[in-house]
């Protein structure tokens, strides 16, 4: 009897379960479409914002670490940063945010097997993004880096830090498109506890890779693109078994792929990859024309650029809430509410940015000189400081309204804010380095006209749109 009672309890247990589930995603749905914007974009940003802090001040200590093995090893990672970025920025951001976009809009409709299904079409998308970039960065990267100004000890750290890294790049668009995908529905804390688990890998694994520890040889620079690898291959495999084992928000199921569904992730996901590779490109382009300003120069701005990209954690996070909430209040047919998110997310990064430029342009040394005491190295990344970082209050105007217009399905104009950018801060700059001899200041001065004419584009887009946040099918 016992037995029999016991397996009656397990029985009658499994409905509650799923009950509680069912009313967990309710709750979610019911904060999107009625809660407080400002309290609810906050509570889904936070754990993200938390998590890729944490993230990124594992790649400043990265960079600390490749810091000891000399101008060389800094200068050559500087050059694969960009590409590393344009695939994490790509994977997260862009197809990512179609991921989460097309997942909130179903949501938002109420169609929740769609939602399910979404997964598994993300799944297959990423390992065909994946192997694309694995491949071309092993088949292109020696000519792209020699491109960009890589020489000597230059390039080859360069190499080797980039086939290590991109060897997993696979893992890295799974991690992202799954957690987009579980973002969208609303599941911000799974990814969040991912990424932390990945800071606590990288950041214990990587230096004793590249200086080795006990048992582990000194590899070098490779072993920051090794520990980066390792992590994102444990995850993936992580965040798969989770998702199938139907605990989450979202279950993952393979299911016969639909035209219409790859159609709901990439005629968001595309565009939005495109601006992605538009904003990465003009950090290719500007790196090369820095590199023609000597080796220090160049790990200067790698440096000094590297705080641009303290930015994309807080910027992710708010952004990706505000993917979630509009695109559940379009799906729902909610347009003005949409709006009202959208301003609301812009607000927050404009004034988050715009507090993190002003102190970096007062004290630009502090930030440079934790990883180098070169002079030359430090007057360069200074100076970058001093001119860009008052203007990344644009980048996080123009960066929130285009998170929010991939939730709403509209990102065209925030392309075209992007390819604004992209002529001016690297068409203009790169052309006038190499015609008229124009100096650094003056080449980062024009990157700060580009990041100008990006928020406001994007921002006077919305404005004056009269059908923005409405359904587009």
Partial sequence: MRVVSSGAAVIRAAPVAGAQADEAKARTRRAMLHGPILPTMLRLALPTVSVLVVQTLVTVAETFYVGFLGTAALAGVSLVFP?????????GGGVGGGVASAVARQIGAGRR??????????VVIALGFGGVFMTAALVFGPALYHALGGRGATLEAALVYSAFLFAGSIGIWLVNLTSAALRGAGDVKVPALVTAAGAAVVIALSPALIFGFGPIPRLGIAGAGIAVTFYYAAASLALIAYLAAGRGTLTLRISPLRRRLFREILRVGLLSAAGTLQSNLTVVLITGAVAGFGTAALAGYGIASRLDYVLIPLLFGVGTAAVTMVGTNVGAGAPARARRIAWTGALVGTLMTGAIGTTAALFPT?????????????????MYLRIVAPFYAFIGLGMLLYFASQGAGRVMWPFLAGTARLTITAGLGCWLVARAGIGLPTLFAIVCAGSVAFGAITAASIALSKTWGEATG
């Fill in 83 to 91: 590409i590393a970025m344009l695939m994490t920025m790509m994977s």
């Fill in 366 to 382: 502090v930030w440079v000189a934790s990883f180098t005491h070169d002079p030359a190295v430090i007057a360069t990344g200074a």
């Fill in 113 to 122: 097997e769609d939602a399910d299904a979404l997964l598994w079409h993300a």
